[in-house]
């Protein structure tokens, strides 16, 4: 009967003893491993976490302090003086402060034109003319070119054209013929106008004689 007893104590040790226990290692070993790279990521994570509160506190620390640096320029001048742009606290009324009326550029004047006058004088009977141009006043210019028909050969000589800020051309037929006078604001339209004026008349292929500007000049 002992024997028996021992027996079946031996065999439930044998038993016990042939279970194998490596088939649960892996399991619980996995789920360590697994867990592992989660930690790491959440720590990670944290540390990320108070690495951008830190950035942001300094750099609300040193938001105050560049406010507190400014305010403290514009407050050391004394009251009544203006502190912005005027690191001297110089007074407004002194010429050399930035505030000073007398510091501030002179407006630009507004510019002046001065009329320019020219004038064609002409002798009929032998076709001598006169021509002045840019002239200050209109007499002036009228005279000039009853001066200038005369020195030229002209024995009566008339005004035939006076004109103001503008333009003239004379044309005629080469070999003679009549004369024909026009202004306008623009030299090359005034000439070819002249030139179909001319050539309507019917006596030959007309050319410009002679054209010129009187436009006004800046005096200011």
């Known amino acids: 009967m002992e024997a028996l007893n021992f027996l079946s104590r ?23 491993e697994d867990a592992a790279p989660a930690e790491n990521i959440e720590r990670s994570e944290r540390i990320r976490i108070m690495l951008l509160k830190l950035i942001i506190s300094i ?5 105050g302090a560049t406010m507190a640096l400014s305010s403290a320029a514009f407050a050391q001048c004394a009251p009544g003086i203006p502190a912005a742009g ?16 007398s510091a501030a550029p002179a407006a630009r004047p507004a510019a002046k034109w001065a009329d320019r006058w020219g004038s064609i004088a002409m002798d009929d009977k032998t076709g001598k003319l006169g021509t002045v141009s840019q002239s200050a006043a209109k007499e002036k210019a009228e005279s000039q070119a009853l001066d200038r028909c005369a020195d030229n ?23 003679g013929g009549p004369v024909h006078m026009l202004s306008g604001a623009y030299l090359p339209e005034t000439e070819s106008a002249v030139l179909k004026k ?18 006004a000049e800046r005096v200011q």
């Open 10 to 32: 031996r065999s439930s040790r044998l038993h016990i003893s042939d279970i194998d226990l490596s088939t649960q290692m892996p399991t619980f070993v996995n789920s360590r």
């Open 59 to 63: 750099r609300m620390v040193f938001f």
């Open 86 to 101: 005027n690191p001297g606290c110089i007074p407004s009324d002194q010429y050399n402060s930035p505030y000073s009326p």
């Open 153 to 175: 050969g002209g024995l009566s000589c008339q005004i035939a054209l006076t004109y103001t800020n503008q333009c003239v051309a004379v044309a005629q037929v080469p070999t």
């Open 198 to 215: 001319c050539d309507r008349d019917g006596n030959g292929k007309c050319q410009v004689a002679y054209s010129k500007c009187s436009y």
